[in-house]
């Protein structure tokens, strides 16, 4: 059991492993810096698909690494803003939570608890507070009214596109993945 746990903690990323991380972590860059899919009350990003795959994968070690360098490469190569740690340390935590409940064995519940979890604490919570800190016009509970509306859209929208991928694409990729992990 202990040597499970280590593991957990402790990848070995092997050449293979660190190119994936590093064309996961282009992906949320892109993504993230990508137009969003404007709805009604809400705007649709793709970039926790990079971060969620990572998490499937490398646990919460390589989902943290994509994520949190995703923020700061985002932030360097595309926002017209400057770099603020807190959202780097929020986008790790989004990490961290794909990354422990999606490592491996993802099901429906994992998903929906991973994506509520990260919609509720991360963006409804803690996004909110940072911006509230960067921008003199918003109140954190002004915020937190409008943010909520966006959290109740985008929770099934998230879980609905991580059931997919992990139904299609991760099926597809699993084969490349036990070739390299002999």
């Not at 099901?107 to 604490?121: F, M, T, Y």
């Not at 919570?125 to 954190?140: D, E, G, R």
């Amino acid at each position: 059991i202990f040597m499970k746990i280590s593991n957990f903690f402790r990848p070995k990323f092997q050449t293979f492993d660190v190119v994936f991380l590093a064309l996961l972590l282009a992906f949320n860059v892109i993504f993230t810096a990508f137009p969003p899919i404007n709805l009604p009350i809400a705007q649709l990003t793709f970039g926790f698909i990079p971060i969620a795959i990572a998490g499937y994968y490398y646990g919460p070690i390589g989902s943290v690494i994509v994520a949190a360098l995703g923020d700061v490469f985002g932030t360097l190569i595309v926002s017209t803003g400057p770099l603020f740690l807190g959202f780097t340390l929020s986008a790790a935590i989004t990490g961290l939570i794909f990354g422990f409940l999606l490592y491996q064995k993802p099901n429906i519940l994992k998903i929906s608890v991973a994506v509520v979890l990260n919609q509720l604490l991360v963006t409804l919570l803690i996004n909110s507070y940072l911006i509230s800190i960067v921008s003199s016009k918003a109140t954190f509970l002004g915020l937190m009214a409008t943010r909520s509306i966006q959290c109740a859209v985008m929770i099934p929208l998230q879980i609905i596109v991580l059931i997919f991928i992990t139904r299609v694409v991760i099926g597809k990729l699993a084969p490349m993945f036990k070739k390299n992990h002999k």
